[in-house]
T-cell receptor
């Protein structure tokens, strides 16, 4: 069965510092991979997606993610954190038939 | 326009009440989804509709009854809920392939 692992349920960075949120997936075929962000009391917003067109994917709000097949990873990065980036981040893989497998989520805190 | 709308935003109901959650999208998507999300957890898939027909029911109790009146609307009828059903209920939509799902803002449900 396919699965998604997000390393670290909580990540704290200082404003202006690099953001790195880790995601590893298990898949026997090239997957569709997604990062969603959820701000408090809101729904999920699509940050970016990988659909095999390019291994480095740029998303909204300055985020990007790199697909590394050899490492089965899809880590999310942002060069400089902003206070407004504080939120819950979910990595997900599409397994077909409309099903998404989500990771457990990583809460990002940004310190001033 | 990648907008999915949900009403109401908040709902408080007793265990004997009947209420409905509504979801609407105008992106021409032919797949729509209901998810349940508990605090600090990823969304859990409840139902999938494809071309207005129920295609996935993830063993959800019968006190939750979905309905898809047309390709733009999705309802979730609630009856005799339990306090443990309190959660954020998210609607999403996508093309039938399910590649990319777009989420609504959710309905925060409290069952007393």
């Amino acid at each position: 069965a396919q699965s998604v692992t997000q390393l670290g349920s909580h990540v704290s960075v200082s404003e202006g510092a690099l953001v790195l949120l880790r995601c590893n997936y298990s898949s026997s075929v090239p997957p569709y991979l997604f990062w969603y962000v959820q701000y408090p009391n809101q729904g999920l917003q699509l940050l970016l997606k990988y659909t095999s067109a390019a291994t480095l994917v740029k998303g909204i709000n300055g985020f990007e993610a790199e697909f590394k097949k050899s490492e089965t990873s899809f880590h999310l990065t942002k060069p400089s954190a902003h206070m407004s980036d504080a939120a819950e981040y979910f990595c997900a893989v599409s397994v077909g038939g409309g099903k998404l497998i989500f990771g457990q989520g990583t809460e990002l805190s940004v310190k001033p | 326009d990648t907008e999915v709308t949900q009403t109401p935003k908040h709902l408080v109901m007793g265990m004997t009440n009947k209420k409905s959650l509504k979801c609407e999208q105008h992106m021409g998507h032919r797949a729509m989804y209901w998810y349940k999300q508990k605090a600090k957890k990823p969304p859990e898939l409840m139902f999938v509709y494809s071309y207005e027909k129920l295609s996935i029911n993830e063993s959800v109790p019968s006190r939750f009854s979905p309905e898809c009146p047309n390709s733009s609307l999705l309802n979730l009828h609630l009856h005799a809920l339990q306090p443990e059903d309190s959660a954020l209920y998210l609607c999403a939509s996508s093309q039938p392939s399910g590649e990319t799902q777009y989420f609504g803002p959710g309905t925060r449900l409290l069952v007393l």
